[in-house]
């Protein structure tokens, strides 16, 4: 076997330690392929929050919707007062009726004019008393959605940045930007939004949609898992009856007003959220309880949390999904096709490595984010990229100085079948070299690997990565120096 050396080239990662990536050319029999880079593509772009940056249009429709809001507060017409109009409708509804009828008896007619007399000086009576009540009703200034005050003139930077998910989620019409808002407001009322983060759904769901990471942007994520709820234990703990569906409403909104403690709503804040739709196993059409829950949950979302997904990416899509979507594409604005995004089964980690950094993928997706992983951190910083040539070795270099350190390290190749040994070569020429991992062929699907060891003597680690394939492979790795446990 013929090797030439092509390049060496030194790289930092987390532990901030140079490694060294070595390049190998192999001669195998399958001839070179050039691969379709993934390239990284920015997630949904959202329009800046800085009144310097607004256009004419969008800063006179943002002014008129908080002089229309402040007058609305200070008036104490945002709400919509409770009244008993019908009760009293009927009562003299029944006055009249009932002169009607005896109105031929003078004596009963007399009585019947007296009562009604009374009964409209009672009408009266409370009627001023409610016009009373009203009027010392102290208005409250203090209103706020999402921990951010509404007031205009409390002059807070993150109510403009609020005022115009509004505005943009209806193209900038004022009036309609209002109605949303206030629909909202009433309904976060009626739905005890405020109380709604103290309440306890249990952990039936948990898998069916969470919270994990943040995209390369630093969108928060969330994952929305559609096949657990095909399952029939499942649906028989949360979906089987209409009290049981009512209750899975409330936990879906619940984990959104989760997802948005996590936003920034300063105008340079991150104010959106990115949506990981799983397909896999999603129910069926004979599932219609499950599938109304679900478009019902959707619609609340839409209808009151506006402009807070920043991208929509719906993974494991099966065929007729598209089809489904090609049908309905036409109806969709293009600001909501631009948040779109759709991958079949075997491009789900290639898609999501677009937006989302691979050590914050989780690992039944292609990445290297585990559940519950007490051994790396956001903190640990980003993986490490190497690209594996067609037919050609990767070695990477990590190097241990100080004796009895213990590493630790993850590694993946996307799409794998690859040949994968490791090793410890120390610095003293009279050591022998230690095989931590024999060569093997590892296959596609396998998880990412983990390793640990501890040196005895400084030296080296030694991972080689052998793609005799013909196509181009990208390989990610992280390190660091494990934590010695007590």
């Given amino acids: 076997m ?21 390049a190998e050319e192999v001669k195998c029999e399958k001839d070179e392929s050039k691969l379709k880079v993934v390239e990284k593509s920015s997630s949904y772009r959202e329009e800046s929050n800085f009144l310097s940056d607004l256009k004419e249009h969008e800063k006179k429709a943002l002014t008129e919707l908080k002089t229309k809001l402040e007058e609305a507060i200070l008036g104490n017409t945002l709400f919509k007062k409770e009244e008993k109009k019908s009760e009293k409708k009927e009562e003299e509804k029944a006055t009249e009726e009932k002169c009607e009828k005896e109105a031929e008896k003078k004596e009963e007619c007399e009585k019947e004019e007296e009562n009604k007399s009374n009964e409209c000086e009672k009408i009266e009576e409370t009627e001023e008393k409610e016009q009373k009540i009203e009027a010392d009703v102290e208005v409250d200034k203090d209103i706020s959605i999402w921990g951010v005050p509404l007031l205009p003139s409390k002059g807070n930077e993150g109510t403009n940045v609020v005022l115009l998910k509004f505005l943009r989620a209806r193209e900038f019409k004022v009036n309609d930007a209002y109605q949303m808002l206030e629909k909202t407001l009433q309904w976060r009322k009626e739905f005890k939004i405020d109380s709604i983060l103290d309440e306890d759904f ?31 234990e499942i649906y028989e703990k949360t979906l089987a009856t209409d009290e049981k ?50 478009n019902k949950a959707v619609a609340l979302l839409q209808d009151n949390y506006p402009e807070f997904v920043a991208k929509n990416i719906f993974i494991n899509v099966p065929f007729w999904y598209f089809a489904y979507h090609s049908l309905l594409s036409p109806f969709l604005t293009q600001r909501t096709k631009s948040k779109l995004v759709f991958a079949r089964s075997s491009k789900v980690t290639e898609t999501l490595l677009k937006y989302i950094p691979i050590q914050e993928i989780p690992i039944q997706y292609g990445g290297i984010k585990r559940d519950n992983d007490f051994e790396f951190s956001a903190a640990d910083g980003e993986a490490t990229e190497v690209a594996i040539k067609a037919g050609s070795t990767e070695t990477i270099e990590i190097p241990t100085p100080e004796v009895g350190t213990t590493f630790i390290w993850d590694l993946i190749v996307l799409g794998w079948e690859v040949n994968y040994t490791e090793e410890f070569v120390p610095t003293c020429e009279n050591s022998y070299t230690m095989i931590i991992q024999k060569g093997k062929k590892i296959c596609s699907g396998e998880e990412p690997v983990r390793k640990t060891f501890k040196n005895n003597e400084a030296g080296k680690i030694v991972i080689t990565v052998q793609n005799c394939s013909g196509k181009k492979k990208k390989a990610f790795y992280r390190y660091k120096v494990k934590k010695a446990s007590f």
């Fill in 245 to 294: 569906r009512e209750q899975f409403l409330r936990w879906r909104v619940q984990l959104m007003e989760k997802g948005v403690q996590k936003l920034d709503f300063n105008p340079g804040g991150m104010t959106s959220l990115v949506q990981i739709n799983d397909l896999k196993n999603s129910p069926g059409p004979s599932k219609k309880e499950v599938r109304a829950a679900v």
């Fill in 2 to 22: 013929t090797v030439e050396v092509k390049a060496e080239t030194t790289m930092q990662t987390a532990a901030e330690e140079p490694v060294k990536v070595v």
């Fill in 202 to 232: 249990g952990s039936d769901l948990d898998c069916a949609a969470y919270m994990s990471g943040v995209d390369s942007q630093g969108h928060p994520i969330c994952y929305n898992i559609f096949g657990v709820l095909d399952n029939e």
